[in-house]
């Protein structure tokens, strides 16, 4: 599942090392953060200073879930973890405790990104290494190449959405222009000819 988190406001209840990559995916994702912990890490202070994040210099209150789409926990406190996971799950607020699988609604996966094209690996939470060892691997085979071939396919398709034409038609011509055979026809469109002068 992939979810839309651009306005959405979300927390972080946690501000160090773990945290923070939880911290900036939110971000990137387009979320207003709002981060709760006593203590923060240099670059979580940096993210509060731009006004990137909202830092709580505090620990957790029931309040804080209050509006909340979704909650990340990064804490070193098992209590603590326990008791935000708690309250979240009474609230109806989406919850993950970091490396705490039993106490997660969803995972955070580890994703292939190129552009608009998102390749996530999940393994429940059992192995995170594995993951990104499988990540690694897709990042080799899925090459830069294909952020703007997903842009030229994006502009055919809507190109085609325009045309009418019967459905099937539309939908076998919409599966040929996304084949491994239109990618490589891509690339040597894109690529200049090996060893010309």
């Not at 580890?110 to 290494?129: D, E, N």
Request: charged fraction near 25%; glycine fraction near 8%; aromatic fraction near 8%.
């Amino acid at each position: 599942m992939f979810l839309k988190l651009a306005g959405r406001r979300c927390l972080v209840v946690g501000a160090g090392t773990i945290a923070l990559p939880k911290i900036e995916s939110l971000l990137n994702a387009g979320a207003q953060v709002l981060v709760v912990a006593p203590q923060a890490g240099e670059r979580v202070r940096q993210l509060a200073a731009g006004g990137y994040v909202l830092w709580e210099a505090r620990d957790f209150r029931p309040a804080d879930l209050v509006g909340i789409f979704l909650a990340v926990v990064a804490t070193s406190s098992r209590e603590t973890n326990d008791f935000v996971f708690r309250e979240a799950v009474g609230l109806g607020v989406l919850c993950n405790v970091v490396d705490d699988p039993e106490r997660c609604d969803f995972y955070y996966p580890a994703v292939v990104r190129r552009g608009q094209l998102q390749i996530a690996v999940s393994t429940g939470g059992l192995s995170p290494a594995l993951a990104q060892r499988i990540r690694q691997e897709l990042e080799q085979h899925f090459e830069m190449e294909y952020e703007a071939w997903l842009e030229e396919l994006a502009r055919a398709r809507r190109e085609l959405l325009r045309r009418p034409m019967h459905r099937a038609r539309r939908l076998l011509l919409l599966h040929r222009l996304a084949s491994r055979e239109a990618f490589s026809e891509f690339r040597r469109r894109k690529r200049p000819a090996q060893g010309s002068a």
